[in-house]
């Protein structure tokens, strides 16, 4: 009977986390059922007081019964910032309106959103498999991590990286891209900072949920990147060239 009743469990919790995920979808296109106010308070705070947004995660875990968000309005917000932003470089540094509309294609599906699926995915299938506490008996509830959640992690992890390697990064670019030391130094250290940020709330994500252990691995890249850093600005390294050089060579 166990058996049967812990697959009974798992398939009830396969088809709450599918009809979750498609009501998400459906909500995408539904701006009047979006809470704009309160995904703009998560990005501000998500900049300053990271750990206050995973703070009402616990809230929301709560009230809701599940760790992801049910609102999609941080995903549809962030895509449109992101659009606007790389339309602001396109208008800098770009030679054609097609290429342009290429450029913001691309770097919306891939800097963000395949990347993001792609990153979300391994973190959820780590955790699920590695990560999480054993269950000291068969009575008590099994928790898994959602993949929704894992999205969501990386999305909010995404958005400070955003403000830095995106908008400041816009700014200063024409003093990240020259020649010379001081552009090499600059720029190693504003995407160093950034990546830190980023894994940094990557272990802030999941450190929230109580049914994980070992979740300090995800600090661990952040140890990779510092020692990386001084290593590029010695060999003159400049990450805001090559990656500037990637969609708008001509213009450099």
């Not at 049967?4 to 979808?25: C, E, I, M, P, V």
């Not at 339309?87 to 309106?97: F, G, N, Q, T, V």
Request: with cysteine; aromatic share 18%.
């Amino acid at each position: 009977m166990l058996p049967t009743a812990s697959k009974g469990r798992s398939s009830s919790s396969a088809s709450r986390s599918n009809n979750t995920f498609a009501q998400y979808l459906r909500r995408i296109v539904k701006w009047q059922q979006m809470d704009i106010e309160y995904t703009f308070w998560q990005m501000l705070h998500l900049c300053t007081s990271p750990k206050v947004v995973y703070q009402h995660t616990k809230y929301h875990k709560q009230t809701k019964n599940q760790w992801a968000r049910d609102d999609p309005a941080f995903v549809v917000i962030s895509s449109l910032l992101l659009v606007v932003t790389v339309s602001a470089y396109c208008a800098a540094y770009d030679h054609s309106i097609a290429h342009a509309v290429f450029v913001i294609i691309s770097v919306l599906l891939f800097h963000f959103l395949v990347t993001g699926a792609i990153l979300s995915t391994f973190c959820w299938f780590l955790t699920n498999s590695y990560l999480r506490e054993e269950v000291p008996n068969s009575h008590v509830v099994e928790q898994r991590v959602e993949w929704l959640y894992a999205f969501d992690v990386h999305c909010n992890s995404f958005f400070p990286m955003f403000v830095l390697l995106y908008v400041i990064h816009y700014f200063l670019s024409p003093l990240l891209v020259a020649h010379g030391f001081i552009p090499v130094l600059l720029s190693n250290l504003l995407f160093m900072v950034a990546a830190c940020y980023y894994h940094y709330l990557n272990f802030l994500g999941y450190d929230v949920l109580p049914f994980l252990e070992r979740t300090t691995f995800f600090l661990y890249p952040i140890g990779a990147v510092i020692v990386l850093c001084p290593i590029f600005m010695l060999s003159g390294f400049n990450p805001s060239r090559y990656f500037m050089n990637m969609y708008f060579s001509q213009r450099l």
